[in-house]
């Protein structure tokens, strides 16, 4: 069974301090990887997806993720956030061929002005 | 821009009885999703749909939930008779076919419905 840990669950940080939030994920196939936010009150969103080749995805405002098969990572950077920025961050993970989405527990970012 | 809308955004039933929430995918979408979120825990998948059959369903997925797409526009989620512990938010979810022909691509997310049972 897939499954995916975020090892941040809150995370406080100062605007234009820079951000890795961690993702590993657990599965024994091809996968395909995605970063989602949801700001508070509205829906879940994409911020960046990655499916094949080259390992470092660009995602919206800013937002890059880093692909590591043999850690089995995928994780979330910005180098300098935004108070807009605060929100709940999720990875999710997919086996290819598959439809259902797995989600991590989230990790909720705080950016003080 | 075109989005997933749900209804209604709250819902609360007392134990026992059916629910039925509402979604209404992207127009141009064929894959339709349910998952849930249960107050402090992970979004878990429910079901996906596909073609007016299930495509995919998890194992909390049990015979008293049950989906459906009544018309060109709707896709519901049924829960038959409510528990206590099936309270969480319901996220509906949408996605198109993909260019591989594979439902590969990135699953658009309604607002959810928040099911409260008593």
């Known amino acids: 069974a897939q499954s995916v840990s975020q090892h941040n669950h809150h995370v406080i940080l100062s605007e234009a301090a820079s951000l890795e939030l961690g993702c590993n994920y657990s599965?024994?196939?091809?996968?395909?990887l995605f970063w989602y936010v949801q700001y508070p009150g509205q829906h879940l969103q994409l911020l960046l997806k990655y499916f094949s080749g080259d390992p470092l995805v660009k995602g919206i405002k800013g937002f890059e993720a880093e692909f590591i098969k043999s850690k089995f990572s995928f994780n979330l950077r910005k180098p300098s956030v935004q108070w807009s920025d605060t929100a709940e961050y999720f990875c999710?993970?997919?086996?290819?061929?598959?439809?259902?989405?797995?989600f991590g527990s989230g990790t909720r970012l705080q950016v003080q002005p | 821009e075109p989005e997933v809308t749900q209804t209604p955004s709250h819902q609360v039933t007392q134990m026992g009885q059916e629910v039925i929430l509402r979604c209404v995918p992207i127009s141009n979408h064929l894959y339709f999703y349910w998952y849930r979120q249960i107050l402090g825990q992970k979004v878990e998948f429910l079901v996906s749909?596909?073609?007016?059959?299930?495509?995919?369903k998890s194992e909390i997925f049990d015979d008293q939930f049950s989906v459906e797409r009544p018309d060109g526009s709707n896709f519901t989620l049924k829960i038959r008779s409510t528990k206590l512990e099936d309270s969480a938010m319901y996220f509906c979810a949408s996605s198109n076919l993909g260019t591989s022909g594979r439902a590969g691509n990135e699953q658009f997310f309604g607002p959810g419905t928040r099911l409260t049972v008593l």
């Open positions: 599965y024994g196939g091809t996968v395909n």
């Open positions: 999710a993970v997919k086996g290819a061929g598959r439809r259902a989405l797995t």
């Open positions: 749909f596909y073609n007016n059959e299930i495509s995919e």
